[in-house]
Structures are given as C-alpha cells and as structure tokens.
C-alpha cells in the first residue's frame, strides 16, 4: 500500500447526507486535523506500516459479527509475515477484535460485548447518519455501518487510532464509514443533523460533563436519539465521585457520577425520553492485557486484594447505558 499523510476531503461520502450544509467548516476542521496526525513524531513508522500492507485475495469482509473480519482465499507466507509485521507497527491494538486472513487482533477490550450490551437498546440504526464521538481505532463504527447505518462519522484525536482505522479500511473500502483524527471540539459549533450520536466511555475523561452533555444534544437533529455510555457509581442523584487523583490509575478522570445523577444531569439540559438500558461491571474477561497490547490493563487497575475497588480504594469500574432523545 502507498499512501500519502496527506488525506483529501470526503466530499463524496457527504454529498447527499445530513452533513452537507456543514462541509466548509468540516473541511476545515479535516485538514487541520490531519495536519496535525503529520506532525506526530511516530507517523513515519505509522505510515511506514501502512505502505507495508500486503495485498490480499479478499473475498469477503464481515462487519456484522463479532470480530470484524476480512475474508480472504488462503494467503502465503510473505503476505502472512508482511500483514503481522505491519500490524504490529500500529501496537497498542485497544478496541476490536479484528481478524484480517488468518491474522487475529486479539484487542485489549472485547468491544463486542459493549455492542451487545448496547445495541438492542437503540433506534434501529438502518438508513440513519451516526456520529461516534471517541470511537478509538473505529470498532464500532464498523458494527454501526454492520447494524445498516446510511453514514458513519467517527471522531478521535488519537493519530495512531486514526492509522488503525486505515489499515482496516484499507482493506474494506467503505467510504460510508469515516474515522477523522478530530476532538469533539473541533466540530462546527451548530450541527443539529445527526440522527443518532454515541458518545461511549467519554464523559469521566470531560471536565465539564454538563457542558459535554449539552454538546452532544447539540449534534442532534430534533428527536435524535443520545446514546451515552460512561463510567458510573453506586448512589442517589446527589451521588458523584471526584478522583482526587487517579482513578484506576488513569490521570485524566474528572466526574462518575451515580446513574440517578447522570438521568438528572440530562433532564436539566432538556433531553427526552431518557431511561438507563444497561449497567454492569467491567470484568478482566471484556478488558485485558494480549500480544496486541502489553502494558498494564484491567487486573492491573484493582486492589489485588479486593477487586471490587480500584487501585486507589474507588468503586471498580462499573458503567451504565443510557438513551435519551433531543
Ligand atoms: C475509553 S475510550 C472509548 C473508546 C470507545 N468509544 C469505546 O467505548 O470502546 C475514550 C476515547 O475517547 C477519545 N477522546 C479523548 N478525548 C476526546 C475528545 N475531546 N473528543 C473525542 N474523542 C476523545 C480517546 O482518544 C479514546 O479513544
């Protein structure tokens, strides 16, 4: 594969969708972005792994099942030992899994099981624009577009999500499905026009969660479905944990608030219809440490002595599902 840093807008995969009257601002913003994904320090070797991508006979690519996969006839061993080497390039894998031939991405998180704590819950994505704030490598992005979305955009600062993403598209050549290497806060200010926005395991990391549930509601159109899912704690509505330092050792926590708190904190910024659809526990079978991502995960996050309490003594990360219509 050779591919420049340089990415040309996506006017086409716009073009007939909800985003068109925003597309000078988004262009914009996509450049910008990607200006910035070129001066990472690692995009050479990012890069580098992406132009050593193989070919590959696919004959099929699946983004409906758990493990998005790209089928392929049997494939030899230089293209096998090229594939892994590339991928490799582009460790830590987080959010999958992937298989692409034979080559398994063994992600830390089994983003499958949040898909199917989730979807079931939701508006049926068929024909709808989705927006998937802080997608990671764009896992679900994949299974939205799998669940019949017309168009999905996925954010996310990180540069080397953004070049995880392309490996996998380059492969699938879907230009309905988007990964640009944006903040929330790089978007337009007014969009109003998508008809479902996730915004999955974002909230603890905003500083203002009022001011970022407001935002979200923002994206939508009239009657767009919120699908939020975040860290949460035991509790009554005036129930919320501030870190006073890390928690699980992440720096970068802000707000858990109990799942009363969270209902309340979405009926004061107006939103409709809101109802919890899923709580449950993180467990070390759904977040773990694999060859595809070796530093410390889960297990590592836990009191050895008591897993039900973080490193620090908080409550073990627990997380609730909750929809909500503008
Ligand atoms: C805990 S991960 C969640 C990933 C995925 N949504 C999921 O639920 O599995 C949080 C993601 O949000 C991204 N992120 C952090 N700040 C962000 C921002 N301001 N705007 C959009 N995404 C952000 C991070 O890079 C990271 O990939």
């Not at 640009?180 to 007014?190: A, F, S, Y």
Request: net charge neutral; hydrophobic share 40%; aromatic share 8%.
């Amino acid at each position: 594969m050779k591919s420049e840093s340089y990415k040309p807008f996506p006017h086409q995969s716009i073009a007939a969708s909800p985003l068109l009257p925003h597309a000078c601002e988004l262009e914009t913003a996509f450049a910008r972005a990607w200006g910035k994904v070129t001066a990472h320090g690692n995009l050479p070797r990012w890069q580098q792994a992406l132009d050593l991508l193989p070919a590959l006979p696919v004959i099929a690519v699946h983004i409906d099942q758990p493990t998005i996969q790209i089928e392929t006839k049997p494939v030899n061993a230089d293209q096998h030992t090229a594939l892994i080497e590339a991928l490799r390039q582009l460790i830590p894998w987080r959010k999958g899994p992937f298989q692409l031939a034979e080559v398994t991405i063994d992600t830390e998180w089994r983003s499958d099981l949040k898909w199917d704590r989730i979807s079931p819950h939701i508006a049926p994505l068929t024909d709808r624009t989705v927006l998937d704030i802080g997608c990671g490598s764009g896992y679900h992005c994949w299974r939205m577009r799998g669940a019949g979305a017309k168009l999905v955009l996925g954010i996310d600062p990180s540069a080397l999500y953004a070049m995880q993403f392309q490996s996998i598209q380059h492969y699938i050549q879907e230009p309905q499905v988007q990964m640009w290497p944006l903040g929330i806060d790089d978007l337009p200010p007014v969009m109003a026009c998508f008809d479902t926005v996730f915004s999955m395991g974002l909230l603890y990391h905003r500083k203002s969660p009022i001011a970022h549930l407001q935002q979200l509601l923002s994206l939508l159109r009239p009657g767009g479905e919120l699908v939020l899912e975040t860290l949460v704690i035991e509790g009554d509505a005036q129930t919320c944990l501030i870190p006073q330092g890390r928690y699980a050792k992440m720096r970068n926590v802000w707000f858990i608030p109990s799942s009363a708190m969270l209902l309340r904190w979405l009926e004061r910024c107006g939103a409709k219809r809101i109802r919890m659809v899923d709580c449950t526990a993180t467990t070390t079978d759904e977040q773990r440490a694999t060859e595809w991502m070796h530093f410390e995960s889960l297990k590592d996050f836990l009191d050895p002595n008591d897993p039900t309490r973080t490193i620090e003594g908080y409550p073990a990360p627990k997380r609730a599902t909750i929809l909500a219509e503008r």
